[in-house]
């Protein structure tokens, strides 16, 4: 249900799959051309072992079933994915655990029509929060946030790969 409403609030411009691990290649060239998101969290851009790990990755006490890894495409390009957790941290809150638009698709509305027809459909599905973290060095990520309603909660220390910490905002959106 979640899909096929997210489908009909992003109309016929994209086209949104749920990915498995089977996808990690084609996710991976996606995400090997945003190095500035890779390098605040680890020296390099995950392999693809990494990324299929990824896909299937979820926070402590959450569910499998809720997991939905999204891919999105136009013309049968993958121009974005989006990593969801559903009742998580709570029940009726989402934890978006990440969005990346394709580097030559960013400035173009993109990420603003994804978010706007994920925040109709978590609605309309009866989900009252969305939440994330975001690293506090990740300037355009934040103001992109912000410029769609997020608000800032809790400000917190985060370990990385390279093995210092990183500052990072909790972001809350009210559905």
């Known amino acids: 249900m979640l899909l096929d409403r997210l489908q009909f609030f992003l ?10 691990p089977r996808a990690a290649e084609t996710v991976w060239q ?9 390098q605040t ?9 990494e990324i299929a ?15 939905f890894y999204l891919g999105f495409y136009q013309d049968g390009n993958l121009v ?3 990593d ?35 925040f109709s459909t978590l609605k309309r599905e009866g989900y009252q929060v969305l939440q994330l973290a975001n690293a506090q060095s990740l300037d355009q990520a934040q103001a992109f946030f912000r410029k769609i ?3 800032k909660g809790a400000e917190f220390v985060a370990p990385t ?8 905002d909790l972001l809350i959106k009210e559905l």
Not at 11 to 20: D, H, I, P, Y
Not at 41 to 49: D, E, H, I, M, S
Not at 86 to 115: D, E, I, S, T
């Open 11 to 20: 109309g016929s411009s994209l086209k949104v799959k749920q990915l498995s």
């Open 30 to 38: 996606l995400q090997s051309q945003d190095h500035t998101y890779h």
């Open 84 to 118: 969801l957790v559903l009742n998580y941290p709570q029940v009726n809150q989402v934890w978006l655990g990440l969005l990346m638009v394709a580097k030559k698709q960013q400035g173009h509305g993109w990420g603003q029509k994804l978010m706007l027809a994920l």
């Open 41 to 49: 969290f680890q020296a390099k851009v995950p392999t693809l072992a």
């Open 161 to 168: 790969k390279l093995g210092h910490e990183i500052m990072v």
């Open 80 to 82: 974005a994915v989006m």
């Open 149 to 151: 309603g997020f608000t």
């Open 53 to 67: 790990a990824e896909m299937t990755l979820l926070p402590e006490g959450a569910r499998q079933a809720k997991k």
